[in-house]
């Protein structure tokens, strides 16, 4: 395959991570024989520094023509007054590419039960995906202000936007186990009202799949009392931010979940759902495997190459079970120690093939 990917690594442990997933990609280009052309720019906060804004032209640019686009975290306090932030950066960036679903895959494979917060037999065999609407709702809805004596967000979703999600949520779990869990609060706002409307009209399209809705309040509760309940579950920008995080424990670490975001017909975004973790950022002990699994999904959904997908899933897999952790499971292994232990798999994985 001939391909352009675009490399965001971004701010404090996105380089680390990205690091770590560069060089298993740069390897895998190698042993697949692919031509792959990677492009690394500025984003987020380093953008800032070096450009002046985090999404510069430059970036949108090759964002734009990518076949794909791999990206590591953005933000952190050295910005946090910066009249223009990392993340406004990051809301553009996916505003500009429509990426209206954002894909949150959650498992927890067997080696990571034991680090749950949850008991074993609650945790284990959780599988499920939370589908994020991506580019409307309160992220982005006018009017928006602020002053000392007020402030205003505004949460507006039109039936386009809402449809959309729903058959993207109804198309995956046709996928899967055919459950579609729509999270809203229509008990009172007038968004989610439409939202659950809406979310029956396009279920009637898919007969072979099943509707539940359920208010986003008791979601979160049901996701720590029993997991394996959900299959699809489908929300709208804000209420799926929140979720995912909750739902990123219970494989035991943050730093272990991975994420995609599609448009209709442009380049998708890989990234973890995770942030730049300045508190451990410049310390070396970030766990990679969000950003390896992110390298992971985006081989599998944008260039269809499943064997390599699955070395990579399952290296990180092998080496857990290994013994070998970063701090946040509470092992010792540094990010460059994981990843160097990752590569040795995948180059075992590789010549088992070419034999
Ligand atoms: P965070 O996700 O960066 O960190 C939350 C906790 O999880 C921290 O204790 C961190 O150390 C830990 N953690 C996260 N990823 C880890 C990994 N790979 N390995 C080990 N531990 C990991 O959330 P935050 O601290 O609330 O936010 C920090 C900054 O990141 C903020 O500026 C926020 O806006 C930004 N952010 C960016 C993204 C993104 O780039 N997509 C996502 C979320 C937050
Ligand atoms: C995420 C992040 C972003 C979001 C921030 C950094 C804008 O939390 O990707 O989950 O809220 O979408
Ligand atoms: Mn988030």
Partial sequence: ????????????????????????????????????????????GAAIDHEGSPFPEKTRQACETADA???????GPKWDQATERPEQGLLALRKQL???????????????TKFSPLRPEIASGADFVVVRELTGGIYFGEPRSLSEEEAI?????????????????????????????????????????????IAEEVAQEYPDCQLEHQFVDSAAMSLIKEPRRFDVIVTENLFGDVLSD???????????????????????????????APDIAGLGIANPVSMLRSLAMMLRESFGEPEATGWIEEACNAVMEDGIFTKD???TASTQEFTDAVMEKIRRYADEYTI
């Fill in 69 to 75: 686009i791999l990206l590591g975290a953005i933000g």
């Fill in 246 to 276: 909750e739902a990123s424990m219970i494989p035991g670490s943050l730093g272990v979940m991975p994420s995609g975001s599609y448009s209709e017909n442009g380049p998708s975004l890989y990234e973890p759902i995770h942030g730049s």
């Fill in 329 to 331: 499971l509470g092992g």
């Fill in 98 to 112: 429509n990426l209206y679903a954002n894909v949150r895959p959650i498992t927890i494979s067997p080696v990571l």
């Fill in 153 to 197: 967000d505004t949460c507006s979703y039109q039936r386009s936007e809402i449809e959309r999600i729903l058959h993207f949520a109804f198309s995956l779990a046709r996928t899967r186990r055919k459950k579609v869990t729509s999270v809203d609060k229509a008990n009172v706002l007038a968004t989610s009202k439409l939202w659950r409307k």
């Fill in 1 to 44: 395959m001939s391909k352009k990917v675009v490399v965001l690594a971004g701010d404090g442990i996105g380089p680390e991570i990205m690091d770590a997933a560069l060089v298993v990609f740069r390897e895998l280009i190698k042993i697949k024989n692919w031509s792959i052309d990677i492009e690394e720019l500025n984003f987020g």
